[in-house]
């Protein structure tokens, strides 16, 4: 049976720098992954482009039960470093918005990026491979493999969340960590749209595909001021994708969609200077067009002039505007989320090293655990940064 330091499993963004790192540093290292090539989801990541960090990294952008936990990950290999490595390889990148670096060429140079630090590792990779079954001994751990079996001093669980199953994603850290005794919090899909009640999506399907700025309100009180989108199933774009995380079935979302306006100064003022212009020709100066003949359908926009419009009904008008309530029917699930939220417990780990405090060699990265970013890079950051902490303790 061959014999290994450390085997990986899961050659996603975490496990391949994981293993990588590791290997460099002189462990035999056996990356293991279920499908035909490694880090599809960075492939697919950030429209092909990959935001592969966020230059605003900093804990209180994570969601976990246990907040304090990425603090020192995050810290001991930041945005910085990884901006550096990426550097090195020539990749030539770019700030799109709020912090968010992106490739300009493509999400692949990331990939092969991490590919060649394996090669420069020695690490041995095995492509569709199924993990049938993990023991656990004196010598550390015995895989069967679709085939045979490898034994690791320590294992490394790097296998993800449910998020995408077309990508491979599978719930094998989970009963991995149940196996050994480890709590899994419950998951569920996050960064995802919100799917609408029938009789609003009917009203709103002529909106599919306008995008307009806005502030989104959680019924927790965080916020995100980013574009929404109208889709043919509901609401999305990052504002929406972003609430999305703090969201729980039956609660209400509260938008502005005019958050770079002041509505009644702007009403007031147009009411002084041309009194007989529509209300919608007025607000058509504001929002798309589409949305207001849609909002005018609906009853919410009075269909009168400016001089017609009384007090009473420019208050509701702004208040609907800015506060608009909104209670999703749900979301379009773990098919298009692009994170999964629960997951491996961290209070059972240990922070500097990712290791299980009751279970010696084995470790958990990345995404599989309950850590979850924001939407803008923070994910493959958390990636990497709990990547490196684990390769710092393999190496030991
Ligand atoms: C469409 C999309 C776009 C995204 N864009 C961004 C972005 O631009 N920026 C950002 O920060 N985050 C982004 N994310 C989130 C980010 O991709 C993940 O958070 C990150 O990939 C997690 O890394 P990971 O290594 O923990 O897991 P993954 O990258 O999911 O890797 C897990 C690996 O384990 C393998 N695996 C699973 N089960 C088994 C098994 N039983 N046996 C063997 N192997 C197994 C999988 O095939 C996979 O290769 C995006 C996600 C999606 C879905």
Redesign the pocket.
């Known amino acids: 049976m061959e014999r290994f330091d450390a085997i990986v ?7 391949m720098f994981c293993a990588a790192l590791a290997g460099q540093a002189g462990c035999r290292v056996l990356l ?4 035909k090539k490694p880090g ?3 492939l ?3 429209g092909g482009r ?2 592969f960090t966020n230059l605003y990294v900093e804990p209180a952008a994570y969601l976990s039960q246990n907040p304090h936990f990425c603090k020192s990950a995050l810290a001991r290999y930041t945005q910085w470093d990884f901006i550096d490595l990426v550097g090195k390889h020539g990749i030539a990148w770019h700030e799109k918005t709020l912090g968010q670096l992106f490739c300009d060429d493509s999400a692949q140079q990331i990939v092969d990026m991490l590919v060649a630090e394996c090669e420069k590792g020695n690490v041995t990779q095995r492509l569709r ?3 049938l079954s993990v023991a656990r001994d004196d010598q550390g751990y015995t895989l069967q493999l679709n085939g045979d079996s490898v034994q690791g001093a320590k294992l490394v669980i ?4 449910l ?2 199953p077309g ?4 719930p ?1 850290g989970y009963k991995i960590a149940e196996q050994f005794g480890l709590k899994v919090l419950p998951t569920r899909a996050g960064l995802v749209p919100f799917t609408l009640h029938k009789p609003l999506l009917e009203q709103m399907q002529t909106l599919s595909g306008v995008s307009v700025p806005s502030v989104i309100t959680a019924e927790d009180g965080i916020v995100f001021r980013e574009n929404l989108l109208f889709t043919h199933r509901g609401l999305s774009g990052p504002a929406v994708l972003q609430i999305s995380s703090y969201w729980q079935p039956g609660e209400f979302v509260s938008i502005n969609l005019l958050p770079e306006c002041d509505l009644a100064s702007f009403l007031n003022e147009q009411r002084e200077a041309h009194p007989n212009q529509s209300l919608k020709n007025t607000l058509a100066m504001q929002l798309p067009k589409r949305l207001v003949e849609c909002l005018q359908q609906l009853g919410q926009i009075p269909d009168v002039s400016l001089r017609q419009l009384n007090s009473r009904e420019q208050e509701s008008l702004v208040e609907w505007l800015t506060h608009w309530r909104v209670q999703p029917n749900g979301t379009e699930g773990y098919r298009t989320a ?2 999964t939220l629960g997951g491996v417990d961290t209070h059972a780990l240990s922070s500097r090293t990712m290791e299980a405090r009751n279970v010696p060699g084995l470790h958990f ?4 655990m309950d850590v979850t ?1 924001w939407l803008g ?5 958390w ?1 990497w940064s709990s990547a490196w902490a684990c390769a710092q303790a393999l190496a030991e």
């Open positions: 499993i899961g050659a996603g963004a975490a496990g293991l992954d279920n499908g599809r989801k960075i697919m990541s950030g990959c935001n491979s199924e993990v790097a296998s993800g969340g998020s995408m990508l491979g994603a599978s094998f692009e994170v990265i990345g995404e599989v970013g890079g923070y994910n493959f950051q990636a």
